[in-house]
């Protein structure tokens, strides 16, 4: 069975610190991982996602995730916190086969103080 | 291109009754999945639907269903609401099956009473 752990449900830091937000994964098959971004009162918004073909993952708004399989993890990391950054943030994974079926872990808090 | 719509926004409902949300994926893609995302139990997998077929479903009792029509367009249905289906339910399109990107929609807000 398939199952992610988000370490820190809260994590603070502040503007133009560096961002890293822990992930944690378990799956019998390669995974494909994912992160994605929620804004308040928003859906989920792709960030980046890992796919085997590098295990270095670049996304959108300066954000990159590293895969390494011998840690199972896929954590995600910014260089400079911005205040535009703070929302929650789920790692999610996929078997990929014959489903797009998710499981996202229980997300973490971001907030970047001044 | 335009992204997930879900309508409608926001519903407020009584215990017992039920509700349809509805879901337009992406155009030109055939997969769409639901998510209900709660403060204590977070983001859970509903079902996912591909060219019309149900093709995988999450641990949720019979009460909440969903179908696609033929234009990939999808609904779900829960019948006699509980105060604990209070939630947002977020609907996922993508452009194939098999660890395809999901792009979410802005979700429907439920609320029972």
């Known amino acids: 069975a398939q199952s992610v752990t988000q370490l820190g449900s809260h994590v603070s830091v502040s503007e133009g610190a560096l961002v890293l937000l822990r992930c944690n994964y378990s799956s019998s098959v390669p995974p494909y991982l994912f992160w994605y971004v929620q804004y308040p009162n928003q859906g989920l918004q792709l960030l980046l996602k890992?796919?085997?073909?590098?295990?270095l993952v670049k996304g959108i708004n300066g954000f990159e995730a590293e895969f390494k399989k011998s840690e199972t993890s896929f954590h995600l990391t910014k260089p400079s916190a911005h205040m535009s950054d703070a929302a929650e943030y789920f790692c999610?994974?996929?078997?990929?086969?014959?489903?797009?079926?998710?499981?996202f872990g229980t997300g973490t808090l971001l907030a970047v103080q001044p | 291109k335009a992204g997930v719509t879900q309508t409608p926004r926001y519903l407020i409902k009584t215990r017992g009754q039920q509700v349809t949300l509805s879901c337009s994926p992406i155009s030109g893609h055939r997969s769409v999945s639901w998510y209900q995302q709660t403060p204590g139990q977070g983001l859970q997998f509903l079902f996912e639907y591909f060219s019309e077929t149900q093709r995988n479903k999450g641990n949720f009792p019979g009460r909440f269903s969903g179908r696609q029509f033929s234009n990939s367009r999808s609904e779900m249905n829960v019948s006699t609401l509980e105060l604990g289906d209070s939630a947002l339910y977020l609907c996922?399109?993508?452009?194939?099956?098999?660890?395809?990107?999901?792009?979410f929609g802005p979700g429907t807000r439920l609320l029972v009473l």
């Open positions: 996922a399109s993508s452009d194939i099956q098999g660890g395809e990107t999901q792009y």
């Open positions: 999610a994974v996929s078997t990929g086969g014959a489903t797009n079926k998710l499981i």
């Open positions: 890992y796919t085997s073909a590098a295990t």
